[in-house]
Nanobody
Framework: QVQLVESGGGLVQAGGSLRLSCVVSGRTFSNLAMGWFRQAPGKERESVATISRSGGSTTYSASVKGRFTISRDNAKNTMYLQMNTLKPEDTAVYYC???????????????WGQGTQVTVSS
């Protein structure tokens, strides 16, 4: 059984930083491409950042590029999202997702975390 446990969310002032963690168990971590997503109230879920199995390839949404950094530690079965220079519009529930696969016309993920709330005050 695959389990994803997220942590690191919280309340922070604009301009501050947070680091999210996602610990994965039940699968061989190094075989999994993965990513972070977020969903704000009343909005659709959006991709924030993705990372390849080796960690050598990353992608970012335009809204976070230059401020957020996705990384992984295959020895610790953990993925991270370092979030700097946070803005009120970054407020959302953040989800980690693992085991990316191609489904007809887009990438999807088989397993999802429970989500962690990030709130950025102005």
């Amino acid at each position: 059984q695959v389990q994803l446990v997220e942590s690191g969310g919280g309340l922070v002032q604009a301009g501050g930083s947070l680091r999210l963690s996602c610990v994965v168990s039940g699968r061989t971590f190094s075989n999994l491409a993965m990513g972070w997503f977020r969903q704000a109230p009343g909005k659709e879920r959006e991709s924030v950042a993705t990372i390849s199995r080796s960690g050598g390839s990353t992608t970012y949404s335009a809204s976070v590029k230059g401020r957020f950094t996705i990384s992984r530690d295959n020895a610790k079965n953990t993925m991270y999202l370092q979030m700097n220079t946070l803005k009120p519009e970054d407020t959302a529930v953040y989800y980690c997702a693992v085991d990316r696969f191609w489904n007809e016309q887009r990438y999807e993920y088989r397993y999802w975390g429970q989500g962690t709330q990030v709130t950025v005050s102005s």
